[in-house]
């Protein structure tokens, strides 16, 4: 899958091309609203935690998937990742893989199912907050504080997947990025009963970097989160090359890159997500940096998960 971004979606003004699609993001609510209410919800027989989001891409789901089922590790419960299959979407897939047992199918419960029957106990939804045929017991919406709701419409007039007024169907919001009470006060007023915890990338193997020169690439939805924290910790870029989120790199490409750092005699660096979308015998000339996700106020987000488990 090949996506950019459009620059008009993170704009603060309503702009010409948002209101040439706005025809079609009405039938896109028209047609979510249908599903929503002709919709079958199940209940299963274990916990099921959702982490899903509004805004389309980029919001750190996939990281927090991962730290929430290394805590539920941590309290002796049997986790498991479920997702729903995409052909061209391998890379959180794989990313998670390196983590804890995951299910995928093209339909979430289906795979639900199979990990009820190999006995898991407790599931963690990456993405599906906009599937109505689950019955979750703690729902998660996640926002990347500086992008937030970009202009606030519904694609592909606007980066939401719908409007923000799906917050009250959330537990709890999860910002990565600095507090933000302007943020806060639009959450609350949709419901002020969400819990509101914010998350920040630690990146663990930094210090292998920090005296080498550095042409870095990405194809995730918010690559300049991952050029911004190389930045923050001095790394010495020379290059940051950006492709679209999910992106299937051609072995030409990923020759043109290794060419391109050895040219410069750097290192060749990205993000783990595009690392495990890498196949295997590109990897040995790419370095790629290991994200973790930090938890303000992590033991009250510890104690809250417990409530539900």
Aim: proline share 3%; aromatic share 12%; charged share 30%.
């Amino acid at each position: 899958m090949k996506f950019f971004k459009p620059k008009f979606w993170d704009r603060n003004k309503i702009s010409f091309f948002s209101i040439l699609l706005f025809p079609i993001t009405l039938l896109i609510k028209l047609l979510s609203f249908v599903k929503k209410i002709t919709t079958r919800t199940r209940k299963f027989s274990i916990p099921i935690i959702c982490v899903g989001n509004v805004y389309l891409g980029g919001t750190g789901k996939t990281p927090l998937c991962i730290e929430i089922f290394i805590i539920l590790k941590n309290l002796n419960k049997n986790p498991v990742f479920i997702r729903k299959k995409y052909s061209s979407f391998q890379d959180e897939t794989n990313l998670q893989k390196q983590v804890g047992p995951l299910y995928e199918s093209k339909k979430r419960i289906d795979a639900l199912n199979k990990a009820i029957y190999n006995k898991a106990d407790i599931a963690i939804l990456d993405d599906g907050f906009q599937d109505f045929s689950i019955k979750k017991d703690l729902s998660i919406v996640c926002f990347n504080e500086k992008q937030w709701i970009g202009n606030g419409l519904v694609i592909p007039s606007g980066p939401l997947r719908e409007d923000l007024s799906a917050l009250n169907r959330a537990n709890w919001v999860v910002i990565n990025g600095k507090k933000n009470t302007n943020i806060e006060n639009e959450i609350l007023k949709k419901d002020k009963t969400i819990k509101i915890f914010y998350t920040k990338y630690k990146a663990q193997n930094i210090n292998e970097f920090k005296n080498e020169k550095v042409v870095c690439f990405a194809g995730i939805a918010n690559p300049d989160s991952f050029f911004n924290l190389l930045k923050d910790n001095n790394i010495n870029i020379l290059e940051k090359i950006s492709f679209p989120d999910h992106y299937n790199y051609s072995d030409n490409e990923l020759e043109n890159l290794v060419n391109k750092a050895k040219e410069n005699n750097a290192t060749l660096l990205t993000t783990e997500k595009d690392f495990f979308r890498i196949e295997e015998n590109h990897r040995k000339n790419i370095k790629h940096l290991k994200i973790k996700v930090e938890i303000e106020n992590k033991k009250q987000f510890i104690e809250e998960i417990n409530k539900i488990i």
